[in-house]
T-cell receptor, first 113, second 113 residues
Framework: DAGVIQSPRHEVTEMGQEVTLRCKPISGHDYLFWYRQTMMRGLELLIYFNNNVPIDDSGMPEDRFSAKMPNASFSTLKIQPSEPRDSAVYFC???????????FGPGTRLTVT | AQSVAQPEDQVNVAEGNPLTVKCTYSVSGNPYLFWYVQYPNRGLQFLLKYITGDNLVKGSYGFEAEFNKSQTSFHLKKPSALVSDSALYFCAVRDSNDYKLSFGAGTTVTVRA
């Protein structure tokens, strides 16, 4: 398997613009997670899905953030409008079950100017 | 509530010497414990996990970790470190009563030749 795939790998945008990050989980994995990594806050869980259904989005910073999983092989994380404080590395991860380990994608480095 | 602590921001060792990265945790139920490694500009890679059973867990790249319930610790070890082991290491814990995986702040390991 190719592992978790994320695109784009790097995104530079101006404040106020819409940003869409994409993720393809490992085939057969029922759980998908979105994380944000910053120097100040470390790794933060934003939202997770089980069988394409959002289970807990309490980690989403504010209404500017939204995530969808229209099918088992694709998820998006959208920021609209983007702000400089959103600059971070965003990771997508998937796992077979909650007990099993999570497998992380390479991340998307977002820079908002 | 669950939490994990990595008391050392940095660990420096000479190649060929033993490597230890410390981790302590706090959970209300039974702990599920994980170690991940992150190389520069890469996603997190799973190294090993403890769910149940033998307290000594062996993982990828010659790493092992020992679960110590009385000390609530899960230290990562490698008998003989390599320069290529230089990376950022994360300990993570999940309470058996919860879904959320909590990560430590990370420990930067530098192995000098």
């Amino acid at each position: 398997d190719a592992g978790v795939i994320q695109s784009p790998r790097h995104e530079v945008t101006e404040m106020g613009q819409e940003v869409t990050l994409r993720c393809k989980p490992i085939s057969g994995h029922d759980y998908l997670f979105w994380y944000r990594q910053t120097m100040m806050r470390g790794l933060e869980l934003l939202i997770y899905f089980n069988n394409n259904v959002p289970i807990d989005d309490s980690g989403m910073p504010e209404d500017r953030f939204s995530a969808k999983m229209p099918n088992a092989s694709f998820s998006t994380l959208k920021i609209q409008p983007s702000e400089p404080r959103d600059s971070a590395v965003y990771f997508c991860a998937s796992s077979l079950t909650l007990t099993y380990e999570q497998y992380f994608g390479p991340g998307t480095r977002l820079t908002v100017t | 509530a669950q939490s994990v602590a990595q008391p050392e921001d940095q660990v420096n060792v000479a190649e060929g010497n033993p490597l230890t990265v410390k981790c302590t945790y706090s959970v209300s139920g039974n702990p599920y414990l994980f170690w991940y490694v992150q190389y520069p500009n890469r996603g997190l890679q799973f190294l090993l996990k403890y769910i149940t059973g033998d307290n000594l867990v062996k993982g990828s790249y010659g790493f092992e970790a020992e679960f110590n319930k009385s000390q609530t610790s899960f230290h990562l070890k490698k008998p003989s470190a390599l320069v290529s082991d230089s990376a950022l290491y994360f300990c993570a814990v999940r309470d058996s009563n919860d879904y959320k995986l909590s990560f430590g702040a990370g420990t930067t390991v530098t192995v000098r030749a």
